[in-house]
């Protein structure tokens, strides 16, 4: 097992090296920079050249790519992204601030998506072929076909502006720090409401036929025959010996998915005023704010693989076959 894991360690390595470099030169070829961004008031501002000159001095923009790549990566090293060029700030104090409304909206919707997706694909399973079970099947097409923020937006005209049952902007409301603990709970759960289903409803779309063709592929094993041959409850056979063996390879969606829903974060936290990452990153590149974005990207891949990781050892704790591929 050791050996396993030494070696999934080691194969990380190049990946978050590529990504590093990859994202370095991708910023750096981008057009304009941080003295001409509109976002930072300088865009028409008619500076001379002289001036320009000295911001592309002031931001340590005159040195060669592989120079500045070099010293970025000294500082990475020890955890220091530097500051950043829009407000002079930390950036790793920026990214703490930004990082835990990401992770509650990622892991707690993909939390949420999980345990739905298991009961409703076990309810279609033992129903393959009805019409509820074809009825749900379609309209999880059709959810999946369908843009989150196009969900976003009629989530928003219809609960938020229509009804006004929920908020739609922001993490918490104004008066969040004279709320009782009652008080804030259910204010910061009124806020995730809205822009949640825009991620739970797609991943329900994806997860729901995944498991229940795993269900049913794992329904027609000889032990499963077995099994209700001895007499065994449905409910017992489901939960004892299906679910089980069904679910292993949900494991290897799992570091699939997460990637995919920070990644897609972006456009919903800026369209319902999220304070996270996705929304920190979009700001970042209006300002061709380098140090953010690299450190955002760090902070991501970092995030990304040590799921991916989790992942692997998972799988091969549940399936000791895989120690051995």
């Not at 709970?185 to 806020?191: P, R, S, V």
């Not at 489901?238 to 292993?248: D, I, Q, R, Y």
């Not at 998915?257 to 999220?274: D, H, K, Q, T, Y």
Request: glycine share 8%; aromatic share 10%; charged share 15%.
């Amino acid at each position: 097992m050791w050996r396993y894991f030494l070696k999934r360690v080691l194969l990380t390595v190049p990946t978050f090296v590529g990504v590093i470099l990859l994202t370095f030169v991708v910023i750096h070829l981008a057009p304009g920079s941080p003295a001409t961004a509109d976002d930072a008031g300088l865009g028409d501002s008619g500076m001379s050249a002289v001036e320009h000159q000295r911001l592309r001095a002031h931001y340590q923009m005159d040195a060669p790519l592989h120079v500045q790549l070099a010293r970025w990566t000294a500082r990475a090293v020890r955890l220091d992204f530097g500051r950043s060029f829009a407000n002079g700030r930390p950036v790793s104090q920026i990214i703490a601030e930004r990082i835990k409304p990401t992770l509650l909206l990622t892991f707690g919707t993909i939390l949420i998506a999980l345990v739905l997706a298991i009961v409703i694909a076990s309810f279609l399973a033992t129903r393959c072929g009805r019409p509820i079970d074809k009825l749900i099947l379609t309209g999880c097409v059709g959810l999946y076909a369908v843009p989150p923020y196009i969900v976003g937006l009629l989530l928003i005209w219809i609960f938020g502006v229509w009804l006004n049952w929920f908020p739609f902007a922001g993490l918490t409301s104004d008066e969040f720090s004279s709320m009782t603990t009652w008080r804030k709970i259910a204010d910061l759960a009124g806020h995730s409401v809205l822009i949640g289903l825009c991620f739970v409803g797609p991943l329900l779309a994806y997860l729901i036929p995944f498991i229940r063709a795993s269900l049913l592929s794992v329904l027609k094993e000889d032990y499963v025959r077995a099994a209700h041959a001895k007499g065994l409850s449905t409910r017992r056979v489901m939960f004892g010996h299906v679910l089980p063996n069904a679910l292993l390879p949900l494991l290897t969606v799992l570091g699939l998915i997460v990637p995919a829903v920070m990644g897609g974060s972006v456009v919903l936290e800026v369209m319902f005023s999220w304070p996270g990452m996705g929304r920190l990153l979009y700001e970042s590149i209006g300002r061709r704010d380098y140090p953010v974005i690299m450190g955002m990207t760090i902070v991501s891949a970092v995030i990304v693989l040590l799921v991916t990781l989790v992942v692997d050892l998972l799988y091969a704790w549940a399936d000791p076959r895989v120690r051995y591929v």
